[in-house]
T-cell receptor, first 112, second 115 residues
Framework: GDSVTQMEGPVTLSEEAFLTINCTYT??????LFWYVQYPGEGLQLLLK?????DKGSNKGFEATYRKETTSFHLEKGSVQVSDSAVYFC???????????FGTGTRLTVIP | NAGVMQNPRHLVRRRGQEARLRCSPM?????VYWYRQLPEEGLKFMVY????????ESGMPKERFSAEFPKEGPSILRIQQVVRGDSAAYFC?????????????FGQGTRLTVV
């Protein structure tokens, strides 16, 4: 079935470190891929998305590239800040579907 | 423009009681989605509603769970005769339109604990 597997956390990094959170997917069709972020005490917010192979989504210094050959959508940021501390969710949506499939979430803590 | 509002934020129920979770979508949004997050798992889709209509309930348990989105007022997720396994975080999302190209905005969630 359709599913998303993402890197288990928690992840703790020092400020200005490089971040990678791995995400791979299994899908019967050609999904669109998303990263959502949940800051403490808030709801999930869309961080970035990519709708077809080789697309790169980017926002707030974060990037992720839709890799069809490796069925991956890894999240990266070159230099994290304390304010990036949050839970990050990878998700997919199939064409014509009404819902998102989510990964389990990865908690990131950035220390000064 | 207020975001998606869910209440209560935390709800404690004894086994056998009913739980009612409310979701007020963003202004101008007529599409509502409910998701459940069990401990150590990702969010799982439950149901998709437009005003007064259930569009997709493929993720809803067949018994004890129901959802509505009336013409006036918030969307309600209702769980009858709760059991310990219903303990989870329940998230609501809303969008202006349905489908892939419309961003869904999520609420802060309701954390249900069944004791």
């Amino acid at each position: 079935g359709d599913s998303v597997t993402q890197m288990e956390g928690p992840v703790t990094l020092s400020e200005e470190a490089f971040l990678t959170i791995n995400c791979t997917y299994t899908a019967t069709g050609y999904p669109s891929l998303f990263w959502y972020v949940q800051y403490p005490g808030e709801g999930l917010q869309l961080l970035l998305k990519a709708t077809k192979a080789d697309d790169k989504g980017s926002n707030k210094g974060f990037e992720a590239t839709y890799r069809k050959e490796t069925t991956s959508f890894h999240l990266e940021k070159g230099s994290v800040q304390v304010s990036d501390s949050a839970v990050y969710f990878c998700a997919l949506m199939l064409i014509g579907a009404n819902n998102l499939f989510f990964g389990t979430g990865t908690r990131l803590t950035v220390i000064p | 423009n207020a975001g998606v509002m869910q209440n209560p934020r935390h709800l404690v129920r004894r086994r056998g009681q009913e739980a009612r979770l409310r979701c007020s979508p963003m202004k101008g949004h007529s599409h509502v989605y409910w998701y459940r997050q069990l401990p150590e798992e990702g969010l799982k889709f439950m149901v998709y509603l437009q005003k007064e209509n259930i569009i997709d309930e493929s993720g809803m348990p067949k018994e004890r769970f129901s959802a509505e989105f009336p013409k006036e007022g918030p969307s309600i997720l209702r769980i009858q005769q709760v059991v310990r396994g219903d303990s989870a975080a329940y998230f609501c999302a809303s969008s202006q339109q349905g489908g892939l190209n419309t961003e869904a905005f999520f609420g802060q969630g309701t954390r249900l604990t069944v004791v």
